[in-house]
Nanobody, 116 residues
């Protein structure tokens, strides 16, 4: 059974930074496209960033230039570096299998709160 486990959420001040990590089970992570989503209270879950197995990335317009998605295949890990955080970034962040062996799998989520 595929498992995705997020970590790294917490409280940050506006303008601050946080780094989220998602560790995937299994030995075929290197061929998986992965994504980060977020869901704020009362809002729909939305794609924040995604990365293909080859390292190509895409971002939501609202986070371009502030967030960076990356992966370390040797550690089965995909990361989301979040800089210049804004209160509007407050949400639960989820790791998601975008394609390949983890397609459709979700992590349990990690809370990010941006507040002074």
């Amino acid at each position: 059974q595929v498992q995705l486990v997020e970590s790294g959420g917490g409280l940050a001040q506006p303008g601050g930074s946080l780094r989220l990590s998602c560790v995937a089970s299994g030995s075929i992570f290197r061929i998986a496209a992965m994504g980060w989503y977020r869901q704020a209270p009362g809002k729909q879950r939305e794609l924040v960033a995604a990365i293909t197995s080859g390292g190509s990335t895409k971002y939501a317009d609202s986070v371009k230039g502030r967030f960076t998605v990356s992966r370390v295949n040797a550690k089965n890990t995909v990361c989301l570096q979040m800089n210049s955080l804004e209160p509007e970034d407050t949400a639960v962040y989820y790791c998601h299998g975008e394609g390949g062996p983890y397609y459709g799998s979700w992590g349990q989520g990690t809370q990010v709160t941006v507040s002074s």
